[in-house]
């Protein structure tokens, strides 16, 4: 894997896969056939590294969005109709290929996003998993309850919603995509996917892998372009019956209301601006390796990153002054080299966007303890320098607002209750990190805290059986196991009389 081997091993790999990229370009994939956007419009793709062009995206909008959701519809009765066996033997095809190209999909990746291949690696191997995992539950997704009465036997069985929407964000967008994109093929609908403009390249792979691996034309559909235009169209569009969308919360917003005239289920999956909580009887060793790793690694561009440590008053200053002496040589570089633990972020707006917190943590009078601004020497790309703030107080806005980097605001408590309280005095809640070895004060916090998953004296480790989502502005709904079948699919409910129940006889006299 490309994460196991040096810098000049994966720079030679890419450079021999750039000129392709940049020949062909990002297309759009519609009814099985790539095809440049309808008005002929394309825009660039930057790489995050030195923000040279790696190549053109066709940009799609509504006319192409149209023509998707079309083939979508089309392709909808006959994929549906297969039974779950043939479509867990197509996923796994996907699977296989997936696997096949893992290497190709990491670097590409890299290339588009910046984020460092030792991730990058990983992440391509688990959109495998997403894809098996999904599959081997594709023949069971239609199974319901017996919910039998006295006078009636009713059973209830699922059957999949119809065309949906994809709408995925530019963080790890190829392995984002399989966990949307999988569930809902499993359940037998078929898709439109509209990726992040920022990161377009993998979707495309992905798109061309389902379709080598044998499924349908038009079963998977692919269309690239702006959220305003392309992103807009698809949630409007009468054809498609449901999206699962990730991204900002405000974005979120905007979704349902687009959707509304057509009254679109929706899944969201949104912001955080998560706590990671420390007790002073915590394992503080482990704590300090896990609050570094959920806050720095992937770039900090993360939705689950632990953005606000909470640590107890009585340990507060050492914790920190550990916390700073690590952060400060976290390795930022290259992101193709297998060392590198922060890459560049993903646009320059972005990096002004993560930058402008740094002046707004210092007016508010917390104190900077590490990073701000990009390293020296690297002032190509959009790098950051890992940063950190002590001393922050619940209210600013380094402790509300998420910035989406390598970002940490640390606040001090005195007790459970104050914890609970900074916790969840923010606007999202999507997951918490509590550090004890008091376990009663854990699952008192647990049950109290706001988010929709938690882990205790854990960095964040998916099971993919288990609910996936937040609470307030961190999303509607869960994904996950069976939860994401709950989503891609309608419950039905029969009901069979068992024998002669009492009818009512109306017009008798
Ligand atoms: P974004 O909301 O700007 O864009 C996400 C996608 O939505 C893109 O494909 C974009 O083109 C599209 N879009 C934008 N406006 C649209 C509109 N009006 N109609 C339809 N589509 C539209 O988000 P981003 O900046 O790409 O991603 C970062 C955000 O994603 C962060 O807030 C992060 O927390 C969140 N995120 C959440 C999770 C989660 O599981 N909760 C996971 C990853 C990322």
């Given at each position: 894997m490309a994460a196991k081997t040096?810098?000049?091993?994966?720079?030679?790999?890419?450079?021999?896969?750039?000129?392709?990229?940049?020949?062909?370009?990002?297309?759009?994939?519609?009814?099985?056939?790539?095809?440049?956007?309808?008005?002929?419009?394309?825009?660039?793709?930057?790489?995050?590294?030195?923000?040279?062009?790696?190549?053109?995206?066709?940009?799609?909008?509504?006319?192409?969005?149209?023509?998707?959701?079309?083939?979508?519809?089309?392709?909808?009765?006959?994929?549906?109709?297969?039974?779950?066996?043939?479509r867990r033997d197509l996923l796994?095809?996907?699977?296989?290929?997936?696997?096949?190209?893992?290497?190709?999909?990491?670097?590409?990746?890299?290339?588009?996003?910046?984020?460092?291949?030792?991730?990058?690696?990983?992440?391509?191997?688990?959109?495998?998993?997403?894809?098996?995992?999904?599959?081997?539950?594709?023949?069971?997704?239609?199974?319901?309850?017996?919910?039998?009465?006295?006078?009636?036997?009713?059973?209830?069985?699922?059957?999949?919603?119809?065309?949906?929407?994809?709408?995925?964000?530019?963080?790890?967008?190829?392995?984002?995509?399989?966990?949307?994109?999988?569930?809902?093929?499993?359940?037998?609908?078929?898709?439109?996917?509209?990726?992040?403009?920022?990161?377009?390249?993998?979707?495309?792979?992905?798109?061309?892998?389902?379709?080598?691996?044998?499924?349908?034309?038009?079963?998977?559909?692919?269309?690239?372009?702006?959220?305003?235009?392309?992103?807009?169209?698809?949630?409007?569009?009468?054809?498609?019956?449901?999206?699962?969308?990730?991204?900002?919360?405000?974005?979120?917003?905007?979704?349902?209301?687009?959707?509304?005239?057509?009254?679109?289920?929706?899944?969201?999956?949104?912001?955080?601006?998560?706590?990671?909580?420390?007790?002073?009887?915590?394992?503080?060793?482990?704590?300090?390796?896990?609050?570094?790793?959920?806050?720095?690694?992937?770039?900090?561009?993360?939705?689950?990153?632990?953005?606000?440590?909470?640590?107890?008053?009585?340990?507060?200053?050492?914790?920190?002054?550990?916390?700073?002496?690590?952060?400060?040589?976290?390795?930022?570089?290259?992101?193709?080299?297998?060392?590198?633990?922060?890459?560049?972020?993903?646009?320059?707006?972005?990096?002004?966007?993560?930058?402008?917190?740094?002046?707004?943590?210092?007016?508010?009078?917390?104190?900077?303890?590490?990073?701000?601004?990009?390293?020296?020497?690297?002032?190509?790309?959009?790098?950051?320098?890992?940063?950190?703030?002590?001393?922050?107080?619940?209210?600013?806005?380094?402790?509300?607002?998420?910035?989406?980097?390598?970002?940490?605001?640390?606040?001090?408590?005195?007790?459970?209750?104050?914890?609970?309280?900074?916790?969840?005095?923010?606007?999202?809640?999507?997951?918490?990190?509590?550090?004890?070895?008091?376990?009663?004060?854990?699952?008192?916090?647990?049950?109290?805290?706001?988010?929709?998953?938690?882990?205790?004296?854990?960095?964040?480790?998916?099971?993919?059986?288990?609910?996936?989502?937040?609470?307030?502005?961190?999303?509607?709904?869960?994904?996950?196991?069976?939860?994401?079948?709950?989503?891609?699919?309608?419950?039905?409910?029969?009901?069979?009389?068992?024998?002669?129940?009492?009818?009512?006889?109306?017009?008798?006299?």
């Open positions: 040096t810098l000049a091993e994966n720079r030679a790999k890419i450079e021999q896969y750039r000129p392709q990229v940049a020949a062909g370009g990002v297309q759009n994939l519609i009814n099985g056939i790539k095809v440049p956007a309808y008005s002929g419009r394309t825009f660039t793709t930057l790489t995050p590294i030195d923000n040279s062009v790696i190549c053109e995206v066709a940009e799609g909008d509504a006319s192409d969005i149209d023509a998707a959701a079309q083939a979508a519809a089309d392709a909808f009765p006959a994929w549906a109709a297969l039974s779950g066996k043939k796994y095809n996907v699977a296989d290929l997936i696997e096949k190209h893992a290497e190709e999909i990491a670097l590409l990746e890299t290339l588009d996003t910046g984020q460092p291949i030792r991730y990058m690696s990983a992440a391509a191997v688990r959109g495998a998993e997403n894809f098996r995992f999904f599959a081997d539950r594709a023949e069971g997704a239609r199974d319901g309850l017996a919910l039998p009465s006295d006078e009636h036997l009713n059973y209830t069985l699922r059957q999949p919603i119809g065309p949906v929407g994809v709408i995925t964000p530019w963080n790890t967008p190829f392995m984002l995509s399989t966990w949307k994109i999988a569930p809902a093929l499993a359940a037998g609908c078929t898709v439109v996917h509209k990726p992040a403009e920022l990161s377009p390249i993998t979707a495309q792979r992905l798109a061309e892998l389902v379709l080598e691996a044998g499924i349908p034309p038009g079963v998977l559909n692919l269309v690239n372009g702006f959220g305003e235009t392309a992103g807009k169209a698809l949630t409007e569009h009468p054809a498609i019956k449901a999206i699962a969308f990730v991204g900002e919360s405000a974005t979120g917003s905007h979704i349902m209301r687009q959707g509304a005239p057509t009254l679109k289920r929706v899944h969201f999956e949104l912001g955080g601006k998560n706590p990671v909580i420390v007790f002073a009887d915590a394992d503080l060793d482990r704590a300090l390796d896990s609050t570094l790793f959920m806050i720095y690694s992937l770039n900090g561009e993360r939705c689950t990153s632990s953005s606000r440590l909470l640590v107890e008053r009585s340990v507060h200053d050492e914790f920190t002054a550990r916390l700073a002496e690590r952060a400060n040589k976290i390795k930022v570089g290259d992101p193709f080299d297998p060392a590198t633990e922060i890459g560049p972020l993903i646009h320059p707006d972005h990096w002004e966007k993560v930058n402008s917190y740094v002046g707004i943590g210092q007016a508010e009078g917390a104190t900077l303890a590490a990073g701000g601004g990009c390293p020296a020497g690297l002032e190509k790309g959009n790098y950051i320098a890992p940063t950190l703030f002590t001393n922050a107080s619940s209210g600013m806005r380094i402790a509300q607002e998420e910035v989406f980097g390598p970002f940490l605001t640390v606040i001090p408590f005195d007790d459970e209750d104050e914890a609970l309280a900074i916790a969840n005095s923010v606007d999202y809640g999507l997951t918490g990190y509590i550090w004890t070895q008091n376990v009663t004060r854990a699952l008192k916090m647990s049950h109290h805290l706001d988010v929709g998953m938690i882990w205790v004296n854990s960095q964040n480790v998916r099971h993919l059986p288990t609910p996936f989502g937040g609470m307030k502005a961190s999303g509607i709904g869960r994904d996950g196991g069976d939860y994401s079948f709950d989503f891609y699919m309608e419950t039905k409910n029969i009901a069979i009389a068992l024998g002669n129940h009492r009818i009512a006889k109306l017009g008798v006299g």
